[in-house]
């Protein structure tokens, strides 16, 4: 980062110096006998079903034409200087070589090494003047921070601060890595938040994670910014995105890095062709194994309403399915009327460690979806999302019904064991 007091340091002042121009017309930097090259990788915006942007890529050789990773690349730095020198040599590199179709407006993806951000303004100013040397707008830019390694909060705020205040957007990078908090995402706003591929991998092996993936995006959107899923390699790793809500993604599946800023929609179409069917197939799928339940709850309400059976009935024949846990009755505050009745064998608490919460008697849940839909909504079922049960401690769907019984509004509550669905 640079600031109006940079003090100017000689080994990290020019680092364009070192960039050299190919035969092929494109460019490379050399830095401790390693030759600098760019690669693009396509980041795609579901909604607009195109190609938004590339993120630059590191690809160094050594004499003999190997390939040398990022991290051994900038392990050959010998201190602080060095290790700025190359950062900013790195992306002078990328800018100089990225030629998207000028009426794309795709932005460029650059990755800025944490030890920059924060020591790098005592290198002397860099990034503004390379920008306009290369007449490179920037807000085509999007700066990737890995906040996860900068400890010093007033430093990484300065940073987000600085790369804005040139017209960057800025993204954090590798979240829910590491050390990564919700915190962070609070104090500086970031326009985009990159998921790590350690969160894609989990939610393909975990039904708790993938769950819980929507509203993890959700919250990000709250926060006022765009989520981008990176690392997706396969079919259902990008269905997973879709199904979360995910804005941007990014990954092997879609295309690969290459030299040239290129990519193509043909993944997505066959995508969105898929998540269509995989769509309505788990619809047909929820509300198959839904049927018996909302049927037989709607008909146990009605003729509780009407008196013709007990509370006890009316348990006794939802009692008959087997995913039935618990079944409650509150009036229009939302206040329990009595205990929940459990249906035969079930334990107030299924693990034990929860008893404190088992019993319901008295509670109020006036601020549950599933009492706030049933009031907006009556003589409607409503079926819940799946949620942690705080009475029976395990994943579980309610179905709601606001129904007039003597005259007096009710809503009757039906919890299912939803922990294998």
């Known amino acids: 980062m640079n600031g ?8 990290a002042a ?9 035969a092929d017309g494109r460019y490379a ?12 990788q396509p980041i795609f915006s579901l909604a607009h079903r195109r190609v938004v942007g590339y993120e630059a890529l590191l690809r160094a050789r050594d004499g003999e034409d190997g390939a040398v990773s990022p991290f051994a690349a900038f392990a050959l730095a010998r201190d602080e200087a060095e290790t700025v020198h190359l950062d900013r040599l790195c992306r002078g590199v990328h800018v ?15 990755n800025v090494s944490p030890q920059v951000v924060v020591h790098g303004r005592a290198y002397g100013a860099f990034f503004e003047a390379m920008l306009k040397r290369r007449a490179f707008p920037p807000q085509r830019l999007v700066v990737e921070i890995l906040e996860e390694e900068i400890r010093d909060e007033a430093m990484l ?18 979240f829910g890595a590491g050390h990564s908090n919700f915190d962070r995402i609070w104090r500086i706003a970031p326009d985009i938040v990159k998921l790590d591929r350690a969160m894609t991998v989990q939610a393909a092996e975990s039904a708790r994670v993938r769950r819980v993936m929507p509203n993890l995006v959700g919250l990000l959107h709250q926060s006022g910014s765009l989520v981008l899923m990176e690392g997706v390699e396969t079919e259902e790793e990008a269905l997973i995105g879709m199904e979360a809500g995910i804005d941007l ?31 309505h197939s788990e619809r047909d799928r929820h509300r198959d194994q839904l049927a018996p339940y909302v049927e037989t709850f ?14 006890e009935g009316a348990c006794a024949a939802l009692f008959t399915l087997p995913q039935t846990t618990r079944l409650f009755i509150l009036d229009d505050a939302g206040r329990q009327w009595g205990d929940s009745v459990l249906a035969p064998g079930r334990q107030p608490a299924e693990d034990a460690r929860f008893t404190p919460l088992a019993d319901g008697g008295g509670a109020v849940w006036s601020r549950r979806r599933y009492f706030i839909e049933a009031l907006e909504r009556p003589g409607e079922i409503q079926v819940s999302r799946p949620y942690l049960s705080i009475t029976g ?21 039906c919890d299912l064991d939803w922990r294998n669905s």
């Open 249 to 279: 993604m990014q990954g092997y599946y879609f295309g690969r890095p290459a030299p040239c800023p290129c990519g193509n929609g043909e993944a997505l179409e066959a995508l969105e062709r898929r998540f269509a069917h995989y769509s």
């Open 157 to 174: 705020a300065d940073a987000v601060a600085y790369y804005r205040g040139l017209g960057c957007l800025v993204a954090i990078d590798d």
């Open 14 to 22: 020019a680092p364009e110096d070192a960039v050299l121009r190919l």
């Open 96 to 110: 100089h070589n990225f030629a998207a179709p000028a009426d794309s407006g795709a932005w460029l993806f650059l």
């Open 4 to 11: 109006p007091h940079a003090i100017p340091r000689p080994a």
């Open 29 to 40: 930097g050399q830095f401790r006998g390693l030759t600098l090259h760019s690669a693009f």
């Open 298 to 311: 709607l008909r146990a309400a009605g003729r509780l309403a009407k008196k013709e059976i007990t509370w």
């Open 393 to 413: 401690a395990g994943m579980c769907v309610t179905l709601s019904l606001l129904f007039q019984q003597g005259g007096e509004s009710r809503v009757f509550c």
